[in-house]
């Protein structure tokens, strides 16, 4: 029995000991390095680390560009757990509930574009954007709305809902399809049952499918907000670079440029701590307001 034990927890050692290795390597020591660079200015290729304490967070502080960089990042949150959401489950809903024959044929299509690079992406969406050649302007001018083409990437006020509809699009196929699954297990009798009561469908959806798959929309959730805070950086670089100005500057972009560009490396750490603290509050917090009692069934 003693050596049945031991072989247990040898043989979870084996296996939990790589994994945490390289969570220790690839996700701890970077994290504590970038905080430990934060207190220095360095240019990230001189051998010359002066240490400066807190200086990199009080001009951290002072810095207007990164306000408005967490207000982007939280632009792009917000548009895109809306966005994403309302689609995915509307989407989720028509494909399991209408008994459409093509089903399978969407969801493929609708999970297409999460299996592209989010360069491709930008890229792609650049030359639709395009003011000269691109989709958008060439039907707004066919259809006789000119007024209304724009260098969209090039419009302080445009360029960010223009950066969040491919954002949209490219999440939509992901959670449509985890949504599907959740409304999949809820059983038909309870449908059955409410349609008998005089249930109309809307009501049927508000009382029994979101209820019953809310652990699916709440996980949803979640994951767009780390996704957001983190990854947005990717599409804005391909896409705006951060411009026009700083109009969509998010806070990954704007690290990348001081840390990488302007060889701010310090200033760079600063950044990526505040990304990290921003990122945490706002999971724990939305962990907080999503807190719902699991419904049974």
């Given at each position: ?34 905080l430990?660079?934060?207190f220095?200015?360095?240019?990230g ?22 306000k ?50 989010v ?16 989709i ?9 709305l ?6 969209w990437?090039g ?26 699954g959740?409304i ?10 409410a ?17 019953l ?24 670089q ?12 998010v806070m990954?972009s ?12 310090g ?19 939305s ?5 719902k ?5």
């Amino acid at each position: 029995m003693a050596l049945t034990s031991k072989k247990h927890y040898l043989f979870l050692a084996f296996c939990l000991l790589p994994t945490f290795f390289l969570f220790l390597v690839f996700t701890v020591y970077p994290m504590l390095g970038g905080l430990y660079y934060s207190f220095f200015e360095w240019s990230g290729t001189s051998s010359v680390k002066t240490f400066i304490g807190l200086e990199n967070y009080v001009k951290l502080w002072n810095d207007s560009v990164i306000k408005k960089a967490i207000f982007n990042d939280f632009f792009f949150v917000f548009v895109k757990i809306f966005g994403i959401m309302t689609l995915s489950l509307f989407f989720a809903v028509a494909l399991t509930q209408l008994r459409i024959k093509e089903a399978p044929f969407y969801r493929i299509v609708f999970f297409f574009p999460n299996i592209m690079s989010v360069v491709v992406i930008g890229i792609l969406w650049q030359f639709i954007y395009d003011p000269s050649i691109g989709i958008v302007n060439s039907f707004l001018t066919k259809i006789g709305l000119t007024e209304w083409a724009r260098p969209w990437l090039g419009d302080m006020t445009w360029v960010l809902p223009s950066i969040a509809i491919p954002a949209i699009w490219a999440g939509i196929g992901l959670f449509m399809l985890l949504l599907m699954g959740g409304i999949s297990n809820v059983p038909k009798s309870l449908y059955e049952a409410a349609e008998i009561d005089g249930a109309s469908e809307w009501q049927q959806f508000w009382q029994i499918t979101v209820p019953l798959v809310w652990p699916q929309i709440k996980t949803s959730i979640l994951y767009i907000i780390i996704t957001s805070l983190n990854g947005s950086f990717v599409l804005v670089q391909v896409m705006t670079g951060g411009g026009p100005g700083s109009a969509s500057e998010v806070m990954g972009s704007y690290l990348y440029q001081r840390a990488f560009e302007d060889f701010q490396f310090g200033y760079g750490a600063a950044i990526g701590v505040l990304i990290l603290v921003v990122s945490l509050a706002t999971v724990l917090i939305s962990q907080f307001i999503l807190k719902k009692e699991k419904v049974e069934y």
